[in-house]
């Protein structure tokens, strides 16, 4: 049976933006520089829709179909660039002896679960989609990313970054991409784009936060710590709480994120500040989350990404946003509070214009 797929346009969504590695290839971080042409070459594959290998084969009939299970199978890339090489743990096996297999594995389930227990989604697609992580891909690959059908997760270099499975909040950002291309389908461009990242991120830190029962207040709300080498440790790719602050230092850079439309991003670089520009509704998620903690915040997020549709901009997504906190207000699933915290969050980051 072939993979179910969705009519909405996939795009490669990668964890780690392109200007990160960029400044850390011109200070001639080697492996940065071939992540980089890697993903330009994987960038092109898609934009193809088929993958080399051995031969020309279609993406859609490049291995396990749709079950309806929503079973996991994990895939050793063996430091190459082919996807599905070899099948190394599926859906109710044990661990093995590969603690990056067992760490996609365990956390991809985590994330399903969360999913289907917390808000009733079954899995990627709501139809039981199986999900398909392949890890080790890549030499030194400082990346991880949705494709549009499956999960790709690189070992990094050691130094700078470390296995890019070994990170809960990283697995459950890249998957909720697939989630959002199931839903709205949002562009990944501009604002749209920024919200496509925006919700990733959310879930990212919402489900972290629910497995390691933390409230809003002990929470880091970092995203990618877990996969900082020795050499960035400490730093982080984001921070929801404060944007703009995550990382700053020689190689990578310093955090370019705003926290307030005032300083929005007016660039082409980055899809147009995808990466960049989330951290306006980011903080905005924190303001709400930290007045009624971020299990009913990403309740509230969860519905509105229904209401989403393709092209979808920052002042549409504030409506929409309270639309949805009326509706679970008036159900009782929400403070009746959260109406005016959102507001006010929305206020305080500028928005809408």
């Not at 400044?23 to 080399?52: F, G, P, T």
């Not at 995203?223 to 404060?242: E, F, H, N, V, W």
């Not at 009624?292 to 309740?299: F, G, R, S, V, W």
Request: aromatic share 8%; with cysteine; hydrophobic share 35%.
């Amino acid at each position: 049976m072939h993979k179910k797929t969705c009519s909405n346009k996939k795009c490669q969504c990668f964890i780690v933006p392109n200007y990160i590695l960029e400044n850390l290839a011109q200070n001639e971080v080697e492996a940065a520089r071939i992540s980089l042409a890697k993903s330009r070459q994987m960038r092109r594959r898609r934009a193809l829709k088929e993958y080399d290998i051995n031969g020309v084969v279609s993406l859609t009939d490049a291995g396990p179909g749709h079950r309806g299970e929503s079973a996991r199978h994990v895939y050793d890339c063996k430091g190459g660039t082919t996807l599905r090489v070899n099948e190394v743990l599926k859906e109710g096996e044990r661990s093995i002896g590969d603690p990056v297999a067992n760490h996609a594995y365990d956390y991809s389930g985590i994330v399903r679960d969360y999913f289907k227990n917390v808000l009733h989604r079954d899995s990627i697609d709501n139809e039981g989609l199986d999900l398909i992580l392949n890890v080790h891909y890549g030499d030194d690959y400082t990346n991880a990313f949705w494709d549009g059908d499956e999960m790709v997760f690189g070992d990094g270099d050691g130094e700078m970054f470390i296995s890019f499975a070994n990170s809960l909040d990283v697995v459950g950002h890249e998957l909720t991409h697939g989630i959002t291309q199931f839903t709205s389908g949002l562009e990944y461009n501009g604002q749209s784009g920024a919200l496509n990242e925006h919700l990733s991120d959310v879930f990212g830190i919402a489900i972290k936060q629910y497995h390691l029962q933390q409230t809003a207040e002990d929470a880091d709300w970092l995203i990618g710590a877990d996969i900082m080498g020795p050499t960035l440790k400490g730093q982080a790719l984001r921070s929801m709480k404060a944007p703009g602050t995550a990382y700053d230092n020689k190689l990578m850079g310093k955090d370019p994120q705003p926290d307030h439309m005032r300083n929005y991003f007016h660039g082409e670089r980055d899809n147009n500040g995808v990466h960049i520009n989330s951290g306006i509704p980011n903080k905005a998620f924190y303001l709400v989350a930290k007045e009624i903690e971020t299990d009913k915040a990403a309740l509230i997020w969860y519905h509105a990404m229904q209401s989403l549709y393709a092209t979808t901009k920052f002042n549409q997504f504030v409506q929409i946003v309270i639309k949805a906190a009326q509706k679970l207000v008036d159900s009782g699933d929400v403070p009746e509070k959260a109406i005016k915290i959102v507001e006010s969050a929305f206020k305080a980051v500028g928005l809408p214009e």
